[in-house]
């Protein structure tokens, strides 16, 4: 960033507000938070790293234990995985607090990748993420957050996860 740059960010009234040009999900380059969006407004590789795990949570098949696993430990779908209509409901109420309506899955598997038995893939949970932080960053960031994830994209250890874990209890749904 030039010297000229700082200033003039400094002299916004919103500093971490992008100007209207900017593009959503690129827009904090000049901050610690990690890019959402590549340069071409695809999925950044970090992202897609955290979507895989919440996706491995509420998964069939469910992904093999971790050998050493922590609340900070990321998880990855096996390859043919699913979020089935349970997943999908437990993802959903986890995400925003509930399920999603019969009209708003009808959605999900009009427009986005599904299973023939209608089923969303992991390209169909990209996608809704895809479409979500080009529209509406900081819905995703919200996300994000929900489900364990700074603003690096790194994953951290959560009230939830640390509940589960002293408890004993398994953060797999079984």
């Known amino acids: ?10 002299q916004s009234p919103r500093p971490e507000t992008p100007e209207p040009s900017s593009k959503q999900g690129r827009r904090n380059a000049q901050f610690n ?19 895989r795990h919440i996706f491995a949570k509420y998964c069939t098949p469910r992904p093999p234990r971790p050998q050493k696993h922590d609340s900070t430990t990321l ?4 390859d043919d995985a699913i979020l089935d209509a349970t997943g999908l409901d437990a993802w959903a109420e986890d995400t925003n607090g509930a399920p999603f309506s019969e009209e708003t899955k009808e959605e999900l598997r009009e427009f986005l990748d599904v299973t023939e038995e209608g089923e969303l893939t992991f390209k169909g949970f990209a996608q809704i993420y895809q479409l979500q932080t080009e529209n509406d960053e900081e819905e995703t960031w919200k996300d994000l957050s929900n489900h364990g994830f700074d603003r690096t994209l790194t994953l951290v250890s959560t009230r939830r996860e640390e509940e589960a874990e002293s408890s004993h209890m398994s953060l797999f749904m079984p």
């Open 75 to 78: 998880l990855t779908p096996p």
């Open 33 to 51: 938070d990690a890019q959402l969006l590549d340069a071409d407004g695809a999925i950044s590789d970090k992202l897609e790293r955290c979507l």
């Open 1 to 10: 960033m030039a010297p000229n740059d700082f200033d003039l960010r400094m």
